[in-house]
Structures are given as structure tokens and as C-alpha cells.
């Protein structure tokens, strides 16, 4: 079975563009998460999307959004982007959403920005 | 505000013998814990869960106790191989999958 999957591998950007980052989740799991790790911390939570539905959100400006479609693959949307955006863009899928269980993670996107 | 503690940055141990990866948490409200671990230019790898029902669950190598009056978790592998050398990250939830995630210890496996 294949595992998570993130697309693409890794992007480059300028300061006031905007990205759209895509995420494929393990077959069966409907609960997608995005989190963003930058250099020396650990991942830190976005968002999470269970069945088309925004579960939960993050401390992170309204400049992200994101969005799960009915084939429960998800796209991260980041407007304006500034240079403290560069980081490994991280998503994760579990298999529920109304208790904490274990999440798989993708490979991840290095997005840099200039 | 870190709900999650990773102390120590790094670890040395030698192959064969005991790694012993600590974690400390704050938020009362946390009901699962979990391991995992990440290589360079890879995501995160689950490793080991505990529910905080529990004070331990093994799994082959990997050990993680719970002792919830200190708020501290541990992550013990028995024994240590040099391919365990990567960095580990504990991580906590609160009913639902927010996971909040500690900074890192890297663990190096001498051979």
C-alpha cells in the first residue's frame, strides 16, 4: 500500500507569491493534517480536515488555508508568502478524527522563499 | 508556550547497550502520546503510542512509559543499532489530531 504522499518534492518561491501545496493520504483515511517544521524545532499543527470538514486549526495567520477534497486528498494554500514561510511542509493521515490516534507522515515539501 | 519538552538535544550510545529518550509535558489534558522518529530529507516515522490509560507499551525494541503525576514520558530502545541513529520526536494530543510535538533529541549509535 502506498503511504502518504506530498507534491512537490520541494519549491522555491519569492517574497508576496503564492503556493499551493497538495497531499495524497494513506487509502482508507479520511483525516488529513498539514504541519510546519522549520530548521531545529519540531512539527508544529496547521490544520486538520476530516471528511471535507476544517477539525481544527493552528496559530498561524489567516495567509494559510487549505482544503480536502471528496477523494480525501488535500491542497495547503499559502498567500503573500515572507521569508519565515521557508520551511519542510509536513501532512499527515490517520484513520479518525474525534480521538488522538496515531498519524503517518508524508515526505514533506521544502518550500524556500527568497 | 511549550506544551512539550525535549530537554536533551542530543544522545550518545553505544551499540548494543540501552537508549533512554526523555519527554516532559505540561498540559494535563493530553490523552495519547507518541513516538517518532525522522531521518534527513524524510517525514516523520511513527514508532510507539501510549494511551494516557496506560504507563507502558512495548513493541519489539521499543519501550515508552508513561508516568502521568510527573508528566513525563520515555522512550527506551533495547538494544541500540547503529540504524537507530536519527532524530526522535515525542508528541502529545488532546482528543483529536492536533499532535504537539517536542523539539528533537538527536541519537547517535556508535558502532
Known amino acids: 500500500d502506498a503511504g502518504v504522499t506530498q507534491s512537490p518534492t520541494h519549491l522555491i518561491k519569492t517574497r508576496g507569491q503564492h503556493v499551493t501545496l497538495r497531499c495524497s493520504p494513506i487509502s482508507g483515511h479520511k483525516s488529513v493534517s498539514w504541519y510546519q517544521q522549520v530548521l531545529g524545532q519540531g512539527p508544529q499543527f496547521i490544520f486538520q480536515y476530516y471528511e471535507k470538514e476544517e477539525r481544527g486549526r493552528g496559530n498561524f495567520p489567516d495567509r494559510f488555508s487549505a482544503r480536502q477534497f471528496p477523494n480525501y486528498s488535500s491542497e495547503l494554500n499559502v498567500n503573500a508568502l515572507l521569508l519565515g514561510d521557508s520551511a519542510l511542509y509536513l501532512c499527515?493521515?490517520?484513520?479518525?478524527?474525534?480521538?488522538?490516534?496515531?498519524?503517518?507522515f508524508g515526505p514533506g515539501t521544502r518550500l524556500t522563499v527568497l | 508556550d511549550q506544551q512539550v519538552k525535549q530537554n536533551s538535544p542530543s544522545l550518545s550510545v553505544q551499540e548494543g547497550r540501552i537508549s533512554i529518550l526523555n519527554c516532559d509535558y505540561t498540559n494535563s489534558m493530553f490523552d495519547y502520546f507518541l513516538w517518532y522518529k525522522k531521518y534527513p530529507a524524510e517525514g516523520p516515522t511513527f514508532l510507539i503510542s501510549i494511551s494516557s490509560i496506560k504507563d507502558k507499551n512495548e513493541d519489539g525494541r521499543f519501550t515508552v512509559f508513561l508516568n502521568k503525576s510527573a508528566k513525563h514520558l520515555s522512550l527506551h530502545i533495547v538494544p541500540s543499532q547503529p540504524g537507530d541513529s536519527a532524530v526522535y520526536f515525542c508528541a502529545a494530543g488532546e482528543y483529536g489530531n492536533k499532535l504537539v510535538f517536542g523539539a528533537g533529541t538527536i541519537l547517535r549509535v556508535k558502532s
Open positions: 499527515a493521515s490517520s484513520s479518525t478524527s474525534g480521538r488522538t490516534s496515531e498519524q503517518f
